[in-house]
């Protein structure tokens, strides 16, 4: 595709529209949507609203008056509509490794007599380091075993009390099948934890049909939450009742003002609930989860995957291989989430490179260049733009700079 092609296709875009929803800086192609959400413009004005107007003049009683108290399961009922679950079913609470942490206790406790935790090598750290801590706090009672991808199914046994995966591969974009995992661990007893922290938003969901059991998700990717937005939390209505988590704090109490001395979980989902809720947060979460909500999700779906194969077919058009670019992403778009990676022995150098030029992707280690096409604010042509600095930068080596080598806290 050339460069014009690419302004036709943003011309004729049904979802284009909805990028003026949002504040982009300036010569800037932001591809890192997938990391930190771009901000609607409706947050500043909510935010102000909330401060403003509820914080500083209604004060406490803005608990009840602006219904501060109900947000975390209002905002839990707007986002099962993107995962395809019941309002009842999600909670917007906490980060998303203490609800992995919730979820995970909850699901071994409703398999007592097996052992097995079950994930996969590449998962995102926080997940293996969140059932380590887990496993250990339970008295090394389980094992958390991890294989490749493509051994997942045969790994599934009867010793299996869970499977515990991330949709979309926080490196490659690799798409597993939600679907078919969640029912091959149904087939041997084992429960299911998905985390969707790369998918809701970006990849159409249905957790109802796929008999999904946990999961768990993240608010500030494309979500569009902003820094450290609340995460969510879904457990299927089938398995509220038993769902017994170890954070019990009072506002998952069934009655938390009664002050009661014991506790007593709350009926429903809002036993996932611990402490006071971040309400300045979660104001900013509903407007980013309502960006996407704005938009058909299929046509997001369709639009990412065009995005992705477009990056791909124009860095390899334009010589990517003999410049030692590898594909590290799915070349499939249906098995992709909404990123494309590359993988470069110099990845980080050329990255900052990049965002020294105003094209905004991340690094993750050892070598991988990753580029997020989040489709409800990115257009056809900053990917082709986008791609054509990448390969400027590497042809001309304008990364073999020592700014550029020097590693910053965050990549
Ligand atoms: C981003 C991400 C997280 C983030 O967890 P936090 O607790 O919100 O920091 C968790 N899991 C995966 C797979 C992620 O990509």
């Known amino acids: 595709?050339?460069?014009?092609?690419?302004?036709?296709?943003?011309?004729?875009?049904?979802?284009?529209?909805?990028?003026?929803?949002?504040?982009?800086?300036?010569?800037?192609?932001?591809?890192?949507?997938?990391?930190?959400?771009?901000?609607?413009?409706?947050?500043?004005?909510?935010?102000?609203?909330?401060?403003?107007?509820?914080?500083?003049?209604?004060?406490?009683?803005?608990?009840?008056?602006?219904?501060?108290?109900?947000?975390?399961?209002?905002?839990?009922?707007?986002?099962?509509?993107?995962?395809?679950?019941?309002?009842?079913?999600?909670?917007?609470?906490?980060?998303?490794?203490?609800?992995?942490?919730?979820?995970?206790?909850?699901?071994?406790?409703?398999?007592?007599?097996?052992?097995?935790?079950?994930?996969?090598?590449?998962n995102f750290p926080t997940d293996l380091y969140t059932a380590e801590g887990l496993t250990k706090a339970l008295g090394n009672r389980h094992r958390l075993e991890l294989v490749e991808a493509d051994k997942l199914p045969a790994a599934i046994d009867d010793d299996t009390a869970v499977v515990m995966l991330t949709h979309v591969n926080y490196r490659s974009g690799a798409l597993h099948?939600?679907?078919?995992?969640?029912?091959?661990?149904?087939?041997?007893?084992?429960?299911?934890?998905?985390?969707?922290?790369?998918?809701?938003?970006?990849?159409?969901?249905?957790?109802?049909?796929?008999?999904?059991?946990?999961?768990?998700?993240?608010?500030?990717?494309?979500?569009?939450?902003?820094?450290?937005?609340?995460?969510?939390?879904?457990?299927?209505?089938?398995?509220?009742?038993?769902?017994?988590?170890?954070?019990?704090?009072?506002?998952?109490?069934?009655?938390?003002?009664?002050?009661?001395?014991?506790?007593?979980?709350?009926?429903?989902?809002?036993?996932?609930?611990?402490?006071?809720?971040?309400?300045?947060?979660?104001?900013?979460?509903?407007?980013g989860v309502d960006s996407v909500l704005a938009a058909d999700a299929q046509a997001l779906r369709a639009k990412s995957m065009a995005l992705g194969d477009l990056f791909i077919d124009a860095v390899e058009g334009q010589g990517g291989d003999q410049l030692a670019l590898r594909l590290a992403s799915p070349r499939d778009a249906t098995h992709r989430g909404s990123q494309v990676s590359f993988r470069h022995a110099e990845g980080y150098p050329i990255m900052q490179a990049l965002i020294a030029r105003g094209v905004i992707g991340d690094f993750r280690t050892p070598d991988i260049l990753r580029f997020g096409f989040a489709p409800l604010y990115i257009r056809h042509v900053d990917v082709w733009d986008a791609a054509a600095a990448l390969i400027d930068v590497v042809k001309s080596r304008a990364w073999d700079r020592p700014e550029f080598k020097r590693r910053a806290a965050v990549t």
């Open 177 to 287: 099948d939600l679907k078919a995992l969640t029912a091959a661990a149904h087939d041997a007893g084992a429960l299911t934890i998905w985390d969707l922290a790369h998918s809701a938003g970006a990849v159409p969901l249905d957790l109802t049909r796929a008999n999904a059991d946990f999961a768990v998700g993240c608010g500030y990717k494309y979500l569009n939450g902003g820094p450290g937005a609340p995460a969510f939390l879904y457990v299927a209505g089938r398995h509220q009742a038993e769902f017994v988590q170890p954070l019990t704090g009072w506002l998952g109490h069934a009655a938390p003002f009664a002050f009661e001395t014991s506790y007593r979980p709350a009926p429903g989902i809002a036993r996932a609930l611990c402490g006071t809720p971040p309400i300045l947060s979660l104001a900013a979460l509903e407007v």
């Open 1 to 122: 595709m050339t460069r014009e092609e690419c302004l036709t296709r943003d011309r004729v875009d049904p979802i284009a529209a909805h990028r003026g929803n949002f504040t982009l800086p300036p010569n800037t192609i932001y591809l890192d949507g997938n990391s930190l959400g771009a901000m609607p413009k409706a947050t500043m004005a909510r935010l102000e609203e909330v401060a403003r107007r509820q914080w500083s003049a209604d004060l406490i009683t803005s608990w009840n008056r602006h219904g501060w108290i109900d947000l975390p399961l209002r905002v839990g009922g707007k986002i099962a509509r993107l995962i395809g679950a019941e309002a009842t079913e999600v909670a917007a609470t906490d980060s998303t490794s203490v609800n992995l942490f919730k979820v995970l206790y909850a699901a071994l406790e409703m398999r007592p007599t097996r052992r097995k935790i079950l994930s996969e090598r590449g």
